[in-house]
């Protein structure tokens, strides 16, 4: 390993830089004049670039084009500007070296004490749906060098990357006509940050664009997330714990939260379980969750007069004891007759991708309810990602297809009559509802809402037993959904004897005739679909 290329003692010590000369080069103008107008003021040298010279030109303060310090026009549509000797060696020049000093002098290069840039806004672009060339040419190339260059060179440059930073640049430039060494460290870490988080933006784009079915997995995966904020603690009370947002996610860590108590960790854990089981279903549709696992998921009842409210009452009906402090997440507008239903139950979150004014007003009566409001650009995520001891999982996220109607035609029908389209319907929402559930998942379901579910069991058997008591009478003439296949027939003469009047299950067992046997004999339908949703 290579050491050092100048002897220590060369060096000569810098802490207060005074600022002569500023390189400003931003995609974001927000405060731009107020620190130009500190720039002018303090008599610094501005050189400046396309929108941002002539921003600050036209607010009248002095500035010089990039091109007449490098002698070279910007080309090629703007994408060579900065990317020159004349720029990089005024960032580069370690001036407590006399070697360095002396080498600008004789190239007639005057260094840089500050330099302000943004980068290209790569991650706005892709967020707002736009795909190929136009995201590449989002991609910024001399901005994150101007910035690296920079923030290796922090014993000499200040480099600020954020307007939020534009009020200490301000204040450091009327108090002591420069910034210190402290301050500039302090930039260097958070503008390698910013670049760090722009290329994992970049990579990840480039790596989503190979996740197509006929195309293998990326061979390199970066994952790049923020602390948004540090948790009370974790799962439990001796566990650290926080919250961080990952670089272009648009989902539960990019809500909002309207009122309440701080989040905990296992708030996040089952508004994010609860996500999962209320958007899944395209009508309107509630789900309420408890330790991760789903104690009701209804849609709206036929001709509601408001169906967001129906949905959760409908999903409340299916275990009242279980949703007792439990969370809920809605797929629509959360109306202000469902917060008037929810007026006398306890409820730690609920979560939604809006909520009418007056179902605000109520929940305001509830202080301690968490109430978050999902990002406008909230979506299901693509891939599924797991820690795991040294390494992670990575796989494809379980979704249904937009379609499934269309599937549901092809569904193998082993036993009994398909059914009609009003208990077919239900029978794709027992289906859908068993991905929500931790495995071993049954889900008995009535008309479009669950009745009873057995989640988590070692056996699939236990799963049934527990699905039964839970619907107890309403077990009568409901749909049955497994997310794996029988092993045995022993789980499905279960589900018979408590009066079930259909199946839907993956298929696949090598004992699939014994069970296909045993739903036949007691006259019920049968489906296989092929395909199972695991989810542990």
């Not at 009609?420 to 495995?439: N, Q, Y």
């Amino acid at each position: 390993m290579a050491g050092p290329r100048h002897d220590p003692a060369d060096y000569r010590p810098r802490d207060v830089v005074p600022i002569r000369r500023a390189l400003v080069s931003v995609s974001d103008k927000t405060g731009l004049l107020e620190l130009g107008a500190a720039l002018a003021a303090a008599g610094v040298e501005i050189v400046s670039t396309g929108g941002s010279a002539t921003l600050l030109r036209d607010a009248g303060y002095d500035v010089t084009d990039v091109s007449a310090v490098t002698g070279f026009p910007e080309s090629l549509d703007g994408r060579v500007k900065t990317l020159h000797p004349s720029v990089h060696a005024g960032l580069l020049a370690d001036l407590r070296l006399a070697s360095h000093e002396a080498q600008l002098e004789q190239l007639e290069i005057r260094p840089f004490e500050l330099v302000v840039v943004n980068l290209y806004p790569f991650v706005e672009t892709v967020a707002s749906g736009a795909e190929g060339d136009d995201v590449v040419e989002q991609i910024d190339i001399g901005g994150p060098a101007m910035v690296r260059a920079s923030a290796k060179n922090h014993a000499n440059v200040a480099i600020v990357v954020s307007p939020e930073s534009y009020p200490a640049i301000i204040e450091a430039l009327q108090a002591n006509g420069g910034t210190n060494l402290v301050q500039r460290r302090e930039l260097a870490a958070r503008a390698f940050s910013h670049t760090a988080a722009y290329d994992t933006a970049v990579s990840t784009w480039f790596a989503e664009g190979t996740l197509a079915d006929d195309i293998d997995l990326p061979a390199h995966l970066t994952i790049q997330a923020e602390r948004l904020s540090t948790l009370r603690y974790g799962e439990n009370s001796h566990q650290r714990a926080a919250i961080y947002t990952r670089v272009g996610g648009h989902g539960i860590a990019q809500a909002t939260q309207l009122q309440g108590k701080e989040m905990s960790y296992n708030n996040y854990v089952d508004a994010d379980a609860a996500l999962r089981a209320a958007f899944d279903m395209v009508k309107p549709a509630v789900a309420i969750i408890k330790h991760a696992n789903p104690c009701g998921i209804a849609v709206a009842a036929p001709h509601a007069l408001d169906p967001i409210a129906s949905a959760h009452l409908r999903a409340h009906e299916c275990d009242p004891v279980s949703a007792f402090g439990g969370v809920i997440a809605a797929n629509r507008t959360v109306t202000l007759k469902m917060a008037e239903n929810l007026r006398d139950i306890f409820t730690e979150v609920i979560i939604a991708p809006d909520f009418e004014p007056e179902a605000l007003e109520v929940f305001k009566l509830k202080k301690n309810l968490r109430v978050l409001r999902l990002p406008a650009d909230w979506q299901q995520e693509r891939m599924d990602v797991r820690l795991v001891s040294g390494g992670l999982l990575l796989q494809d996220a379980d979704r249904f297809p937009d379609d499934i109607e269309s599937v549901a035609k092809n569904w193998e029908l082993v036993s009994g009559e398909r059914p009609a389209d009003e208990d077919m319907e239900s029978l794709i929402f027992a289906w859908k509802s068993c991905r929500a559930v931790k495995s071993n998942a049954i889900v008995l379901a009535q008309g479009s809402a669950t009745v009873g579910i057995g989640m988590g069991q070692v056996n699939r058997v236990d799963s049934c037993r527990l699905a039964v008591e839970r619907a107890g009478d309403r077990a009568r003439g409901s749909i049955a959904a497994s997310d794996a296949f029988f092993p045995f027939a022993d789980g499905p003469q279960v589900l018979i004897d408590a009066g079930i009047s259909a199946i839907i299950q993956p298929g696949g067992s090598v004992r699939d005739a014994e069970v296909v046997d045993a739903a036949r004999a007691a006259g019920i339908t049968m489906f296989f679909t092929g395909e199972r949703h695991f989810f542990h």
